[in-house]
């Protein structure tokens, strides 16, 4: 026989989980105006005011956090055993035309592009040094993510998040479960800590005429040096679905100079 059931724990609200979202991916390609989009206007979620590895927070406190760095993309492993308190775990993984992630500028780094194929630059304080891993390690270790990753980690285009981020912030209340108040696109309108201000490169409206900065003359020779260096970024441009083919880069390979002859 059935036990009866107790009204009050009927009539109780469920309690929910805790959740960790993990803001990760490749570095240029929008993480930080995310991540002020998330702040301005989430409101079940607590935040960090700073850049920081997941692994410092999702341990430490029972409540709900947003937390970003790229290079948590490389940590998935670290991140997951730091979770000793079983909060639902949601990554987040930024992308981005790596044409525009190899031709991306950072204030803090003026005379010299970001990003490469196999590295990017560090910064601490006054230490600025091309030692961090670039796009191809970057790549390999989403691919590993979102093999192993349950759930199923939300991979999130930088041009998606510019061109239509009042559908972006929709699709990511019912995937997610965040709970708003203000849209993403007014992000700017508020006030935002100076530490998350500096990979913006200044605090502006969304331009969606960004997402086609690379296409300037003045990059073409640093596409075509990185394409040709490194040929695996041609399959990660496919699989990230900004080509069908690899026929856009002929007009590139066409600025290739003229071979020197040794004959006098």
């Excluded at 803001?23 to 409101?43: D, Q």
Aim: with cysteine; hydrophobic share 35%.
């Amino acid at each position: 026989m059935s036990q009866p059931q107790n009204r009050d724990s009927a009539l109780a609200p469920v309690r929910r989980i805790p959740a960790h979202v993990v803001v990760c991916g490749h570095s240029r390609s929008g993480t930080t105006l995310f991540y002020n989009m998330l702040r301005t206007t989430v409101t079940n979620f607590e935040f960090i005011d700073r850049e920081c590895t997941a692994t410092s927070v999702i341990g430490e406190t029972p409540a709900s956090y947003i937390t970003k760095r790229p290079l948590d993309i490389l940590k998935y492993d670290e991140i997951v055993r730091s979770n000793r308190l079983g909060k639902r775990l949601h990554f987040i993984i930024m992308i981005r035309d790596v044409r525009a992630v190899i031709t991306s500028r950072h204030k803090m780094v003026p005379d010299d592009y970001f990003v490469g194929f196999d590295h990017q630059y560090f910064f601490k304080d006054q230490i600025v040094k091309p030692v961090n891993p670039g796009v191809l390690a970057i790549h390999q270790a989403i691919s590993h993510v979102l093999a192993i990753a349950r759930p199923m980690p939300i991979v999130l285009k930088y041009e998606d998040l510019v061109q239509r981020s009042d559908e972006v912030q929709r699709a990511l209340g019912r995937q997610v479960g965040f709970e708003y108040s203000g849209r993403f696109a007014q992000f700017f309108e508020h006030d935002i800590p100076d530490q998350l201000q500096v990979a913006l490169n200044g605090k502006r409206p969304l331009d969606p005429t960004s997402i086609d900065g690379w296409r300037a003359p003045q990059h073409r020779e640093r596409i075509r040096q990185q394409f040709l260096a490194c040929p695996a970024l041609f399959s990660i441009l496919r699989s990230y679905g900004y080509e069908e083919d690899d026929r856009w880069f002929e007009e590139y390979r066409a600025d290739s100079p003229p071979e020197r002859s040794d004959r006098s």
